[in-house]
């Protein structure tokens, strides 16, 4: 067994095979000091209230409790990340909060002239984004996914799903095309009524 002092030399990775082993506590506390600043961070972009931000770094904390048993976890950072900004969403879909902009991740990656209100969409917007990805041929939602909700990078992508390099690069291509048609479709739909 590694002395706990010692804990604080291992990456990410190897502390959470070592807490998977262990439930050693401890390891959670370690990540926890690694990623608060980066966690409250997220948070408060999202939420825009210290004592909020600082109430949801804690429960996600809790949760990674149970989390980090249970999944499987590539790059802890890129995945807390996407967690902590996943949770914010669900509290202010919880508040029914329509006043908060959420930056869509296609959107952002599609900009030509900078302009970062063209990148912004409401946070109701999430919802039909999420319709648009189930909309996808199948292995442009399993890439789509992977690539933007997972932050696989595209060898990951081919490994976790079998399909080539060239094919995974496409089907994220033609799937953030795919998406950009379908929000623009909505949207379009929605102006109308």
């Not at 499987?72 to 202010?92: D, P, S």
């Not at 909309?135 to 990078?153: D, G, I, P, S, W």
């Not at 081919?158 to 291509?173: A, D, N």
Request: hydrophobic share 30%; with cysteine.
């Amino acid at each position: 067994m590694l002395p706990n002092q010692h804990y604080n030399t291992l990456s990410d990775e190897e502390l959470i095979s070592r807490y998977k082993k262990t439930n050693d506590l401890e390891i959670v506390g370690i990540l926890y000091n690694r990623y608060t600043a980066l966690t409250f961070g997220v948070c408060l972009k999202y939420l825009k209230d210290r004592e909020e931000s600082r109430d949801a770094v804690m429960q996600i904390f809790e949760k990674l409790i149970v989390t980090l048993r249970t999944h499987e976890i590539g790059v802890f950072k890129g995945w807390l990340y996407v967690t902590a900004r996943n949770h914010c969403l669900m509290q202010l879909r919880s508040k029914k909060s329509k006043s908060l902009e959420v930056h869509a991740p296609y959107l952002m990656e599609t900009q030509r002239n900078g302009n970062p209100e063209q990148g912004e969409v409401l946070e109701g917007d999430l919802t039909r984004l999420e319709a648009c990805i189930d909309t996808l041929a199948e292995e442009q939602q399993r890439c789509v996914r992977l690539f933007y909700l997972e932050q696989k990078c595209y060898k990951e992508i081919s490994g976790i799903t079998g399909y080539e390099l060239t094919k995974v690069k496409s089907y994220i291509q033609n799937g953030k095309r795919n998406l950009r048609i379908c929000m623009e479709k909505n949207e379009k739909s929605q102006t109308r009524y």
